[in-house]
């Protein structure tokens, strides 16, 4: 029997998957003008859509929802997008010839370089006295693949007004290289910093993100580049959810901030020895790493957020980290709301008892399966740093789900790529079987769950009436797909509140834009 629907755009026989309910089969999938899902109803050859404006049938492709990328830096993964590339650089003087060969990239006389990486082995990083010799003239600042320090030359250090030890070494750390990046995008100016975030929303967006949990400001990054986002916030590829990182809740309430702390490291990072473990390296018998937030420190901004009823959550990478923290939420938990909805980013070293501390307390996991797959394996960074037993259990995706933890998906850009897809196949082919996760449920982690851990899940993160419009077309389907191919999928179309993004169905006769 025909039928008749009112609707501004249809997909035509789409492949429907929702995170919740599995796969749907054929369907015709309605978006209203408003931008939100008008139907999903099965796909019947006599439909007719005679008042919808646009009808792009889909042939069997597959539709999902669109992904959501909760661990994200945009402007660092803008900046790095804009700049020079010092990833394949494995010495320094393959570093030097990276950053002389890219000297004209950014358009600046700042010689600007992300990806700076000494963690392979026999590698190490460039001295003050090497980059000064290379560049007499000209700033240099080089950020270090862990995002977590910083190298400048003395004539970047000059003109950023770097008056301390660091002009020993020319190395930033702690909230010396927030206080540097902040200054080195003011002195970039407003239009780099716009072109840095469209860059990195785009990027995020052609690998299937509608939306980005976006770490930024506060101490690590400073808030100018905050001014410009909000300003073109509603332009960009994707929806943008600023977890802003800083643990002055006070100074986040009176910039109108509603979640904050997010990266603000109670830790450092296994790649560079500094994550707070609970046991010491295994290539550094003296060294457990060290904790950058005191106990009670983590206990005050946690009460502090509650009291102010603002989502709260630190990085915590390290067992002992991920200890302080959860004292630190048990203790502010008289203080909050009931249903808060605590994060914690990362939980690389984590134990089965404080997950299971973790479901109790309400907390959530942002995590990163990227990590584990790019950087784990018995040959990986990792098990260098920690030995072949405890890399098992490092960043334990099967772990989290049974114990119950809503965990979101993220990918920690630009420390892995910008690429929820690779976030998918990292779920489903994990370096050790025992943490690897079904399909629908890396699907769930990259949609559904990542929206409940910003507390929206009622409107994004499945394909349900009502919902906002966000969701991909893909050439295969991601769960029937071999494990180690999700990667290559092809993303056809982006779809963001209704609207087309990017993608090859945008392009040639009859395409949607």
């Given amino acids: 029997m025909k039928t008749s629907h009112t609707a501004n755009v249809v997909l035509r026989q789409a492949r429907a998957i929702s995170p919740n309910r599995g796969a749907l089969g054929l369907s015709d999938l309605a978006i209203s003008s408003d931008g939100t899902i008008a139907s999903l109803t099965p796909y019947r050859a006599g439909n007719q859509w005679a008042h919808a404006s646009k009808v792009l049938d889909l042939n069997g492709l597959t539709v999902v929802p669109g992904l959501i990328d909760a661990h994200f830096h945009m402007l660092a993964t803008g900046t790095q997008l804009l700049t020079i590339d010092l990833a394949t650089a494995k010495s320094v003087p393959e570093v030097m010839e990276l950053l002389e060969a890219g000297k004209d990239k950014s358009g600046s006389e700042w010689l600007i370089a992300g990806h700076l990486d000494d963690e392979h082995p026999g590698a190490r990083l460039p001295t003050l006295k090497e980059l000064d010799h290379a560049f007499p003239r000209r700033p240099v600042f080089l950020e270090h693949r862990s995002c977590h320090f910083a190298l400048c030359n003395t004539r970047a250090m000059k003109l950023l007004r770097l008056q301390t030890t660091a002009r020993v070494k020319g190395l930033l750390d702690g909230q010396l290289v927030g206080i540097a990046r902040q200054r080195l995008m003011e002195a970039q100016g407003e239009e ?20 980005v949990h976006a770490m930024e400001g506060g101490d690590l990054f400073g808030d100018f580049a905050l001014n410009v986002l909000k300003r073109i916030r509603d332009s960009l590829a994707t929806d ?24 603000s490291f109670v830790d450092g990072t296994l790649g560079s020895s500094t994550a707070a473990l609970r046991y010491p390296y295994s290539d550094d018998r003296a060294s457990s790493g060290s904790l950058q937030l005191t106990e009670q420190q983590v206990s005050a901004f946690f009460s502090a957020a509650a009291v102010s009823h603002l989502q709260s959550g630190l990085h915590v990478i390290g067992g002992r980290a991920i200890e302080v923290a959860l004292r630190g939420i048990a203790q502010a938990l008289p203080k909050a709301e009931a249903g808060t909805r605590w994060r914690l980013e990362h939980c690389g070293d984590v134990s089965k008892q404080q997950l299971r501390r973790a479901a109790q307390l309400g907390v959530c996991i942002s995590t990163q399966p990227a990590f584990t797959y790019l950087r784990g394996g018995p040959r990986g960074v990792y098990a260098q740093r920690l030995g072949p037993r405890r890399t098992r259990r490092l960043y334990p995706l099967r772990w989290m789900l049974d114990e119950g933890i809503h965990v979101g998906g993220g990918s920690d850009s630009p420390i892995t790529p910008a690429d929820c897809l690779l976030g998918l196949e990292s779920c489903v082919n994990a370096r050790y079987s025992a943490q690897r996760t079904s399909a629908l449920e890396a699907l769930q982690i990259f949609t559904s769950e990542a929206a409940w851990c910003a507390g929206e899940e009622a409107r994004k993160g499945d394909l349900v009436r009502g919902m906002q419009a966000d969701l991909l077309v893909l050439k295969e389907n991601p769960l029937t797909c071999a494990p180690d191919k999700i990667q290559q999928i092809p993303v056809l179309l982006v779809v963001r509140k209704g609207r ?14």
Avoid: I, K
């Avoid at 860059?199 to 299937?208: H, T």
């Avoid at 977890?243 to 901030?257: I, L, P, S």
């Fill in 192 to 211: 780099f910093v716009e072109r840095a975030l469209r860059a990195a929303s785009l990027a995020a967006a052609r690998r299937g993100a509608t939306t």
């Fill in 240 to 263: 943008v959810v600023v977890y802003w990182c800083g643990t002055d809740v006070q100074r986040a309430v009176e910039n109108g901030f509603d979640r904050v702390g997010g990266d």
């Fill in 500 to 513: 087309p993004v990017c993608g090859p169905l945008m392009e040639g006769e009859g395409a949607w834009r």
